[in-house]
């Protein structure tokens, strides 16, 4: 009888870990699917991505003009974001991999220094 019970119990868990990770597996991009986009598809995320970064900017001007952003910063924010649509735009405006970062462990003073 105990036995019955356990290996209920262990079924049980077993279904349980399956059913929970459905939801991821089924949530999983595919790796190296790209989709051609047409030139109107194109343009219509060029349109796009144009008015995010103008917008961005934008808010940067405000924070240069509050006093919480130096000229000097702004301009390299700004140089940043046209630099990346340059880059959007060379990869047909084709969405990045997103990687999944471990993090990293920061080093306490004193401890694994050589």
Not at 18 to 33: G, I, Q, R, S, W
Not at 93 to 104: D, I
């Amino acid at each position: 009888m105990k036995k019955r019970i356990l290996i209920l119990i262990t079924a049980a868990v077993m279904l349980a870990l399956v059913l929970n990770e459905a939801p991821v597996l089924a949530n999983t991009p595919e790796p190296d699917k790209q989709v051609q986009f047409t030139e109107d598809q194109k343009k219509v995320l060029a349109d796009l991505y144009k008015e995010i970064f103008e917008l961005r900017k934008t808010v940067v001007d405000k924070y240069v003009e509050y006093g919480a952003m130096s000229k000097e910063t702004a301009e390299k924010v700004k140089s940043w974001m046209d630099e990346h649509y340059l880059r959007m735009e060379e990869r047909g405006f084709q969405p990045m991999e997103h990687r999944h970062h471990q993090g990293h462990k920061k080093v306490k003073e004193g401890e694994n220094q050589q």
